[in-house]
């Protein structure tokens, strides 16, 4: 695509769309403690676990430098589809203490790919003006992470378990958008070859 005026918005709608499995499961913490019959004490793990994950994933996102060595469309993309899918798995009826973690942990951990990846991919098309185009980013953010909450409040209309396949429907679409939309951008350099 040619037409930078375009990239960004779309770079901002895709993140809005990912960012949305942030806090996803929090926006219906109560009625996962009470569908699964929880303690009060899981909440804390289960907030704490998207985080942990995400600090572990961008950890390993660094150390292996995943989008410089791969296309940052791509890698959205799959992280997109990979997060949506863990946080689906939310709504499995047979899922414990402990899947419910894994799943929490597993969506933090894409949302390594998907923040941070978005934030480079701005990077690789704008030189002047990064800064602005950054808070664009920022402000998709909040917005994404805060829209769970929305829907929630709507649970006289919609059941709980739709709050977490909205989030997941619409990360995909965000990740597809991105993927098919944004290419490389003309800033990127490729990691050097040691």
Known sequence: MKNT????PIIVIAQFCCTSLWF????????????FDLSESALAHLTSAVQFG?????????ILTIADRFSPSKVFFICAL???LFNLGTIWEQNTFWSLVFFRFATGFCL??????????????????????????VGALVIGTAFPHLLNSFSGVLPWKMVLITTSSIAILGGLLLVILVPNGPFRQRLAKV
């Open 24 to 35: 996803a499961g929090n926006a219906v913490m109560s009625d996962i403690v009470l569908a």
């Open 82 to 84: 990979i997060g949506s």
């Open 5 to 8: 005026k375009i990239i960004l």
């Open 112 to 137: 390594a790919g998907i923040y941070p990846v978005g934030m480079k991919i701005a990077a690789d098309y704008f030189q002047k003006g990064l800064g602005k185009s950054l808070g664009y980013l």
């Open 54 to 62: 995400f600090i572990i994933g961008t950890l390993i996102f660094a």
